[in-house]
T-cell receptor
Framework: AQSVAQPEDQVNVAEGNPLTVKCTYS??????LFWYVQYPNRGLQFLLK??????LVKGSYGFEAEFNKSQTSFHLKKPSALVSDSALYFC??????????FGGGTRLMVKP | KAGVTQTPRYLIKTRGQQVTLSCSPI?????VSWYQQTPGQGLQFLFE???????NKGNFPGRFSGRQFSNSRSEMNVSTLELGDSALYLC??????????????FGSGTQLSVL
């Protein structure tokens, strides 16, 4: 069975500093990996995905994620955090023939 | 282009009642997926419909059911409500099924409270 773990319930970072939101996964085959963001009282919004190819994936709003097969990780990163980046972030994975499985979410708090 | 629309936005029901939630996907999208979001369990997959056919189903009891109409609009029904059904129910649409790894477009959800 596939699974995804986000080990941190909350990440705190100062505005202007780099941020990292961690994600590790487990699948039986090749993983298809996604990041979504949820703002208060809103549905989820797509940020980026990894299917194949370059391990560094660039997405919306200046976010990027690095796929590491040996560590089974897909951490979300941004070089310089904004207060407006404060939200709930979800990592998701699917294996061939299966549905998206989401992690428990990580709340990102960016302080001015 | 209008986004994914879910109605109603809020619902309050009592145990034992049933409820129907509605989702209108983005125009042209043929796939609709439903998720249950709770603070303790996170996002749990309920089911996916594509061209009026249920393509996949999550691990939920038979009290949870859904359907999709010819215009791709979808409804989700929960019968004999339990307190544990209180959650935010999210609908997501995409052009193709999830198997094509397309991004999902989510609605704002229906917040269901069961008293």
């Amino acid at each position: 069975a596939q699974s995804v773990a986000q080990p941190e319930d909350q990440v705190n970072v100062a505005e202007g500093n780099p941020l990292t939101v961690k994600c590790t996964y487990s699948v039986s085959g090749n993983p298809y990996l996604f990041w979504y963001v949820q703002y208060p009282n809103r549905g989820l919004q797509f940020l980026l995905k990894y299917i194949t190819g370059d391990n560094l994936v660039k997405g919306s709003y200046g976010f990027e994620a690095e796929f590491n097969k040996s560590q089974t990780s897909f951490h979300l990163k941004k070089p310089s955090a904004l207060v407006s980046d404060s939200a709930l972030y979800f990592c998701a994975v699917r294996d061939m023939g299966t549905m998206l499985t989401f992690g428990g979410g990580t709340r990102l708090m960016v302080k001015p | 282009k209008a986004g994914v629309t879910q109605t109603p936005r809020y619902l309050i029901k009592t145990r034992g009642q049933q409820v129907t939630l509605s989702c209108s996907p983005i125009s042209g999208h043929r796939s609709v997926s439903w998720y249950q979001q709770t603070p303790g369990q996170g996002l749990q997959f309920l089911f996916e419909y594509f061209s009026e056919t249920q393509r996949n189903k999550g691990n939920f009891p038979g009290r949870f059911s859904g359907r999709q109409f010819s215009n791709s609009r979808s409804e989700m029904n929960v019968s004999t409500l339990e307190l544990g059904d209180s959650a935010l129910y999210l609908c997501a649409s995409s052009l193709g099924t999830q198997g094509f790894n397309e991004k999902l477009f989510f609605g704002s959800g229906t917040q269901l409270s069961v008293l």
